[in-house]
């Protein structure tokens, strides 16, 4: 089993890169994320891979992260989410905003990949609800807020806060993080004009 690739980079392709380990290359399929970081062609990479064996293929994912590997595994695991559609996913979101999502149960944030409809998103977000995979991918306080929000318990001024700073634009995950470090520091108590204005001042540096 290949847990990792390391070499230099041989080419790109529109959806893999070959990474020369040896003289021999492999062939490994990645999310636009993923390939955006990694190096110029001739300079050393590192990915995390997942091989998926059929009858008919056998296909290398990599990952920039074991963050982005193990919401692979949880987004494929997931009833009408191929290889294909969770590669999108992970182009489109990052693994806290992956995070954010699944907490908030946001079907709106996962829609936004190419491939998932109004239907797999809600199924995307049930399933996994609770299941947010334990890489430091976003810290306790911001996640704890952000389920909170998701199961409707949430004070009702830090969720009228998160609302309006949506309102004004910002996503979900972002509000939702600001806040709960605002939380953090003022207190449960504080009003809620006071959230929004520290929240705007928060997401504005």
């Given amino acids: 089993m290949i847990g990792k690739l390391k070499g230099p980079v041989d080419s790109f392709g529109d959806d893999w890169v070959l990474i020369d380990c040896g003289g021999v290359c492999y062939e490994v399929h990645c999310s636009g994320r993923t390939l955006q970081s990694l190096p110029r062609v001739g300079e050393a990479a590192v990915v995390f891979i997942e091989t998926i064996v059929r009858e008919d293929l ?118 939702s993080g600001a806040l709960a470090r605002i939380v953090a520091r003022e207190g449960e108590d504080t009003a809620t004009e006071k959230l929004i204005r520290l929240g705007l001042r928060e997401l504005s540096q």
């Fill in 58 to 175: 056998i296909k290398l994912y990599g990952f920039s992260s074991q963050a982005e590997k193990s919401w692979f595994l949880l987004l494929t695991s997931v009833q009408g989410v191929g290889a294909k559609v969770a590669l999108a996913i992970l182009s489109t979101l990052s693994a806290s905003e992956l995070s954010s999502a699944i907490a908030l149960q946001d079907k709106a944030m996962i829609g936004r990949a190419n491939g998932v409809g109004p239907k797999l998103a809600v199924r995307i977000v049930t399933e996994l609800k609770g299941k947010v995979p334990d890489v430091g991918a976003i810290d306790a306080g911001t996640l704890g807020l952000q389920a909170a929000l998701g199961e409707g318990v949430a004070r009702s001024n830090v969720a009228d806060a998160v609302s309006a700073l949506t309102n004004l634009g910002y996503s979900s995950a972002q509000a």
